[in-house]
């Protein structure tokens, strides 16, 4: 079963918008929420990251918000480049684990920022 | 790739052969992951390991099978490939439970 649902699957933008993608998620213990960014042919290489215990985080051009009474969180990059043009991956993961982080992610979207 | 090598980087193999991938680290993280990526999904683990001879399944176990006799070694055996093996395979590593993942460049195979 999907516990993290991402959205949209594709997103295009013009260089300097502000592409928005959306997760949800249904476990509540749930404690940390990862971005990943990836680049074709690459591994994923982590973003970003929050806890449940802050409403947004911000690194450079790229912000969390988080919800988490909605269960929700969103990843904004600010003033995009075409060098943004990537696959990015929301992830969650639970807490109590003895073994390992565990994360679930989402399906991906892949953003296109055109020059 | 934070220390991390996998081998092969492609392979294609017909249905029925075992396989077997290789992930390397030098970092000596205590924490390996496999993970497979697949159109759709996103990235779901296959199994994990949390130290020499400790492993644990994942998500998508069935029809994989995981080793790991050194820290810096974790192999994925698919025992007798099927097609919808086809997918894209990552390792990733984390020094403890609380810390980041790390991923590797990947495995592409594909399963005829």
């Known amino acids: 079963q999907q516990q993290v649902k991402q959205s949209p699957q594709s997103l295009i933008v013009q260089k300097g918008g502000i592409p928005i993608i959306n997760c949800a998620y249904e476990n509540t213990a749930f404690d940390y929420f990862p971005w990943y960014q990836q680049f074709p042919g690459k591994g994923p290489a982590l973003l970003i990251a929050?806890?449940?215990?802050?409403s947004e985080k911000k690194e450079g051009r790229f912000t969390i918000s988080f919800n988490k009474s909605a269960k929700q969180f969103s990843l904004h990059i600010m003033d995009s480049q075409p060098g943004d043009s990537a696959t990015y991956f929301c992830a969650a993961r639970r807490s109590g684990e003895t073994s390992g982080s565990r994360l679930t992610f989402g399906e991906g979207t892949q953003l296109t920022v055109n020059p | 790739d934070a220390g991390i090598t996998q081998s092969p980087r492609h392979k294609v193999t017909e249905t029925g052969t075992p396989v077997t991938l290789r992930c390397h680290q030098t970092e000596n993280h205590r924490y390996m992951y496999w993970y497979r990526q697949d159109p759709g999904h996103g990235l779901r683990l296959i199994h994990y390991?949390?130290?020499?001879?400790?492993?644990d399944k994942g998500e998508v176990s069935d029809g994989y099978s995981v080793s790991r006799s050194k820290t810096e070694d974790f192999l994925l055996t698919l025992e007798s490939a099927t097609s919808s093996q086809t997918s894209v395979y990552f390792c990733a590593i984390s020094e403890s439970r609380r810390t980041y993942e790390y991923f590797g460049p990947g495995t592409r195979l594909t399963v005829t």
């Open positions: 929050i806890r449940p215990d802050v």
């Open positions: 390991s949390y130290g020499v001879k400790d492993t």
